[in-house]
């Protein structure tokens, strides 16, 4: 492998413009690899970035997923650890020749392509989360899973399914959405104008919401006795919800939270080990990531618009490096 210097990567500036430039090669600190990378996946956090609803200092080198194969570590990593092929969860820097991953949160892909390793992301362990371990999802419960056919739905349905669900409802913004969405095993799908009224009378055990403001308060009316409601993410709008625990509670119905990007840095471990057995399931075959999109690194621009603006159907990767670098890897 070529020692390199110097990389390119895509910087995102104060004016909100993506350019690609060249940089200084990161190097891997203390409990940390550098890895070459063969993909970059791009999600929806990209487009609260670019819009600034995170707050990153600008010039920001963007990306949050990648795989592709370490190339260095640093102090504290088994040196033997260079020339795995990994997948790697990152606070930044993924859409770039070279990033810098804490060594826990650099998975092997064992049998995985590199695309679908990067595809993966941060919405597989999430979603692999949000129904094994923040919902526990049992057999035979009522699921409802709100933004359906987007990359944590399409992979919710799936887990809830291996669990052993006993009907899994999804709700999507319009009637090609929800036919997407169907293809993943959702026994029906709604629209959201329909939501809540096209349900009745129906209550689920579990419901999971990324979409909050009204949709989060009537989901809580929609929770069975001992329903729980995992919270995590605020599509719709940042307007507190508040929730009534002496209702809950004679409900025995429970709101919870979940935050992947914080257990990266307060319990990496345990996410380490939902990527791994989110990333076994794939490589199993038991749940898939539907890629549907590739760009080059130069295109950064154009991916993020197409997912914010709805026409991305699926996930969609940056492809790293040119020819070279991916016969290398
Ligand atoms: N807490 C965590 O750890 C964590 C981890 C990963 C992701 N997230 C969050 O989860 C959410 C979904 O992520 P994703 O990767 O699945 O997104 P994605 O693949 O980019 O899809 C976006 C989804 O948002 C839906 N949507 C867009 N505008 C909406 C609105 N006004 N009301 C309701 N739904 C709307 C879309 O539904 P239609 O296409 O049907 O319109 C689509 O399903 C994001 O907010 C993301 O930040 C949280």
Known sequence: MTVMTTMQAVVLDA????????????VAGPGEVAVRVGYAGVQWGDTMVRDGHFPVPRPFVPGFEAAGRIVSVGDG????????????????????????????????????????????????????????????????????????????????????????????????????????????????????????????????????????AGTRRESLQLLAPHGRLVAYGNIAGYEPILADTNDLLMRGA???????????????????ASVRAALDLLADGKVRVDVTAEYELGELALAVERLADGTTRGKSVLRVGGPAVHQNI
């Not at 939501?195 to 999971?208: M, Q, S, T, Y």
């Open 15 to 26: 004016q909100g413009r993506y350019q690609v430039t060249d940089r200084p090669v990161p």
């Open 77 to 212: 990593v088994d040196g033997g650890r260079v020339g795995e092929a990994v997948a790697v969860l990152t606070a930044s820097g993924c859409c770039a020749e070279v990033v810098v991953a804490p060594a826990v949160l650099a998975l092997p892909v064992g049998r995985l392509p590199l695309r679908t390793a990067a595809a993966a992301g941060w919405s597989t362990p999430t979603a692999y989360d949000l129904v094994n371990t923040a919902a526990r999802v049992r057999p035979g419960e009522r699921v409802l899973v709100h933004a359906a056919a987007g990359g944590v739905g399409t992979l919710a349905v799936q887990f809830a399914r291996l669990g052993g669900a006993a009907s899994v409802t999804g709700v999507a913004g319009s009637p090609e959405r929800a036919a997407y969405a169907a293809e993943f095993g959702y026994d029906e799908v709604l629209l959201r104008d329909d939501f809540p009224a096209a349900l009745g009378d129906r209550r689920f055990d579990v419901v999971l919401d990324p979409v909050g």
């Open 254 to 272: 429970s709101l919870l939270t979940y935050n992947s990007s914080l257990l990266s840095s307060t319990h990496p471990e345990r996410l380490a």
